[in-house]
């Protein structure tokens, strides 16, 4: 899936938009104008900590059809780190 990620003022990960959404939303919204990132960002995509073992993000990925995951420093400062892909999971 192709996607970009959202983040706040504050710095904090908001979510990701996907490329299906921005094409969905085009053609559903007559009234672009006022229409930020924040508004197209899927919050409920799944992401891991910089902490947990790499079994979750494989067990995450393998769930889900993501190609890639978000990888951030914890759930207070949700910071973003990174992504991690099923690919470098795999030759770690």
Known sequence: ??????IGRDGKYLGLISLHAIKR????TDNLESVIAADLADT???QV???PP???????LAETEAERLPVLDGAETRKLLGT???RMLLSA
């Open 54 to 60: 790499i079994s979750g993000a494989i067990e995450i």
């Open 1 to 6: 899936m192709d996607e970009d990620r959202v």
């Open 44 to 46: 409920s995509f799944p």
């Open 49 to 51: 900590s910089a902490t």
């Open 84 to 86: 991690v892909s099923e």
């Open 25 to 28: 939303f085009f053609r559903e």
